[in-house]
């Protein structure tokens, strides 16, 4: 059989009928995939020149803590009712009978202690920016220099106060239960009544309030918790009428039950102990998030807008650091 050989000629037409080939397919591919790149291009440009991401909103966070069980300096017995000052100072009370206050300052260094009776325990404490010191007990609220402990009066009012806070005129406003009555009542920085709302939270809630807790805003309104069968916030605006209610959730994070206390962390935001940590409210009754804290907080003491203190059952005092208003 004879082999057909090809000739040097012909590889060369072969050569460059190929090389032709090639190109006019690669202009083909080119021109066919001209579109695809364009967007390839733009896309990369915007992903270059789009801002980052937006970092996720900071949130609480213990800023630190200290205490433990036991009688000596910066130990607690059943740390629950504490209070600030203007100056930062933090007062803290055991609801046992042992009639300590002990005061902090703003890092947590122990100061001082001085005694109030050891016959009653403690409901209520709050304190003024000059440093003046309430304490409720068996139903009264007496006076006291908060840097020496030094008695300075008795409001002469009827027993029954259950809790007290410090309203922004520098008066007071407390709750209490009188002769059958709840009772919220206004007093000034001298201790005279100013203005007495009796009997609405029983009307709107249908049951008898022993021991609501009390908190005021910096425009002067009123909140007032309850704790029994029906807890809810109430809240009073500055000419003492009825303005709005805030049911207890249903989801267990959101329920106004346990060792329950309020207070307001600058505009527009409740602060709520609860059996999950610390519940954070906007004032309209929108639900926020529940902020977690080493043990069941008890009761709760404003700094700032952005810090609190809390007492927890582990007998520590916790300063938190809140995430910011939004």
């Known amino acids: 059989m004879k082999r057909h050989k090809l000739s040097r000629s012909g590889l060369a037409v072969f050569a460059v009928f190929f090389a032709v080939f090639a190109f006019f397919a690669a202009v083909v591919v080119w021109l066919v995939t001209q579109p695809f790149r364009d967007v390839a291009s733009r896309s990369a440009e915007r992903v270059a020149s789009a801002p980052p991401p937006a970092s996720p909103p900071p949130k609480a966070a213990a800023l630190f803590s200290f205490g433990a069980p036991g009688t000596q ?31 902090f300052d703003a890092a947590g260094t122990f100061q001082a202690q001085w005694l109030v009776s050891d016959r009653y325990p403690v409901s209520g404490l709050a304190a003024t920016p000059d440093g003046a010191v309430y304490v409720v007990q068996q139903g009264e609220i007496t006076k006291y220099d908060g840097a020496t402990g030094k008695r300075l009066s008795k409001l002469d009012y009827a027993q029954g106060f259950h809790d007290v806070a410090v309203l922004p005129d520098g008066g007071l406003v407390a709750y209490g239960w009188f002769g059958g009555h709840d009772r919220v009542v206004h007093l000034d920085g001298g201790g005279r009544v100013t203005q007495e709302v ?3 939270l029983g009307e709107q809630l249908h049951e008898v309030l022993l021991d609501g807790q009390v908190a005021a805003d910096a425009a002067g309104r009123t ?100 995430p910011p208003a939004g």
Do not use: C, H
């Open 198 to 200: 009796s009997d609405v």
């Open 223 to 322: 909140w007032v918790l309850t704790g029994l069968s029906e807890p809810a916030i109430v809240q009073f605006s500055k000419s003492g009428a009825l303005a709005g209610r805030i049911p207890s959730g249903k989801p267990r994070a959101q329920q106004f039950t346990g060792s329950a206390e309020i207070a307001v962390a600058g505009a527009g935001r409740l602060l709520v102990t609860g059996r999950e940590g610390v519940q954070l409210w906007r004032t309209d009754g929108s639900y926020l998030e529940t902020l977690p804290v080493d043990g069941m907080p008890r009761d709760l003491a404003v700094v700032d807008p952005t810090t609190v203190w809390v007492s927890t059952s582990n007998q520590k005092l916790v300063k938190l650091s809140l």
């Open 73 to 103: 300096a910066g130990q607690f017995e059943d740390v629950r009712a504490i209070a600030v000052d203007g100056q930062g100072r933090l007062y803290a009370s055991d609801f046992q009978r042992t009639g300590r206050i002990q005061v």
